[in-house]
């Protein structure tokens, strides 16, 4: 890795509150979806919650000295909706402010930039039963009256804001595929819930920056996660497959954000099961992310499958597979992280680009980035040689990337610390440095040193 990053440019590492806080029904705190969700036998592997998680609740000042100790210059976490606002609106719960405040607080003592993700996945378990979640018509206003209470606490420190977490992943694998909270299975509901998550996204935007934005000059976007589709072969139809994939995939979520609706591909080939937006709501979309988020990990290959579909992958999907006609697959030759995801950095590449020309080069962060292994511990340290590979050759195409002209301004490392790894249970291991489940063990791994080696070295 020889590339020099712009001496300005941001490295960080991120995590989730759900994942890693730990303390679920502590200080005043309502359960989350997530809460719900693990408590229902068989959803999670081996039964697994994040009840205990990593304990970061209760050990801030550990955990940020790590940070320090890793030379981050910011940290990407989630505020917990419900530790905020218990019952999803209504009274504020002062001691998950003061949580908060504290983990801000310690951050800013030590020259890390917060980062903060207003949601990620842990809807209040009360709005589920009350409006019906993402898919209930009143969401978007009850999740802009929760971001206003974070924006008037937290934004005189905060200046980095994230809307919404992913949303791909809230439609399809919570409403579409049902393996993540709430676990509702349709080909219809994805849409309904995106249709919200992307309202909800606009009137906070739009609220943060007549209201907040013009004295706490902070910024706000949203972050979307999407995987390249590379065309299996050159053919014109293998090439449009591909190129539906990632609207169905991406640009589902990114088009309105930045032309005010959706693809067009989506809207011919879903009609009206695809909600449409009202003039007023087109306008509020357009230009509502000061910054591009991205989180990526993986790429496959995609095929036309008009008229041969096949059932694709849960995770690897951009859409339900139907509604592309795309069949998804990997080539035999490339690497597998724990969870068999491909280590493709060139994908990375790519995928940075095809966003460069999409969006007219927008100042791109990418939120998230790793990759999960069974880690050993040799001499009580853990000797994470293909972790070091994976963050070698991505960070490596982010900078051919750059040195293409397209406008990436920051890099987080997923994760900080390993977690609880959603509907995986423990199983899997992301993090920075250890955590044995429900333990309080930190053991440094080598690319945590790694890391710092890079950060130091492009500090000029």
Request: hydrophobic share 40%; with cysteine.
């Amino acid at each position: 890795m020889s590339q020099h990053f712009p001496k300005d440019f941001i490295w960080g590492s991120a995590t989730s509150a759900y994942q890693i806080e730990g303390a679920w029904n502590e200080d005043g705190k309502g359960p989350s979806i997530w809460d719900v969700f693990c408590l229902i036998p068989g959803k999670v592997h081996e039964g697994d919650t994040g009840a205990i998680a990593c304990n970061h609740y209760h050990r801030i000042a550990e955990d940020v000295a790590l940070m320090k100790a890793m030379g981050l210059k910011a940290y990407r976490f989630s505020i917990a909706w419900a530790r905020i606002l218990p019952a999803g609106r209504g009274a504020v719960n002062q001691q998950g402010i003061a949580f908060y405040n504290k983990l801000i607080n310690e951050l800013l003592a030590n020259g890390i930039q917060p980062w903060v993700t207003l949601y990620h996945w842990d809807l209040p378990a009360a709005l589920e039963f009350e409006i019906d979640g993402w898919l209930g018509k009143d969401i978007a206003d009850v999740f802009t009256e929760y971001a206003e209470v974070c924006f008037a606490h937290f934004g005189d420190r905060v200046k980095n804001w994230i809307t919404i977490n992913e949303a791909w992943v809230v439609a399809i694998l919570g409403y579409g595929h049902g393996v993540f909270a709430p676990g509702k299975k349709s080909t219809d509901l994805p849409y309904v819930a995106g249709h919200n998550l992307l309202l909800a996204h606009a009137k906070a935007v739009a609220l943060y920056r007549t209201k907040f934005q013009p004295l706490q000059l902070g910024t706000i976007g949203i972050t979307n996660n999407c995987d390249w589709r590379e065309p299996f072969t050159n053919s014109e139809v293998d090439k449009a497959a591909a190129q539906r994939a990632l609207e169905f995939f991406l640009a589902w979520f990114a088009d309105p954000v930045y032309t005010g609706d959706y693809p067009a591909v989506m809207k011919e080939r879903l009609g009206d099961r695809l909600p449409t937006f009202t003039d007023a709501e087109k306008k509020l979309l357009k230009g509502s992310s000061d910054f591009f988020g991205l989180n990526h990990y993986t790429t496959m290959y995609a095929v036309d499958a008009t008229n041969n579909k096949e059932q694709g992958s849960v995770y690897g999907n951009g859409g339900l597979s139907a509604d592309q006609d795309v069949n998804l697959s990997i080539s035999p030759d490339w690497k597998l992280t724990d969870m068999q995801w491909a280590i493709v950095p060139w994908g990375c590449k790519k995928l940075l680009q095809w966003i460069a020309e999409r969006y007219n080069n927008p100042p791109i962060f990418i939120t998230e980035n790793g990759c999960a292994f069974d880690d050993k511990l040799v001499d009580g340290k853990v000797d994470d040689i293909e972790r070091v590979a994976f963050f070698k050759g991505y960070i490596t195409a982010i900078g051919e990337a750059i040195d293409t002209g397209v406008n990436v301004q920051g890099y987080f490392i997923w994760s900080l610390m390993d977690n609880f790894e959603w509907a995986s249970g423990y199983a899997k291991k992301f993090g920075i440095h250890y955590v044995e489940k429900d333990s309080l063990n930190r053991i440094p791994k080598a690319s945590a040193i790694w890391y710092k080696g890079v950060i130091d070295a492009n500090a000029v």
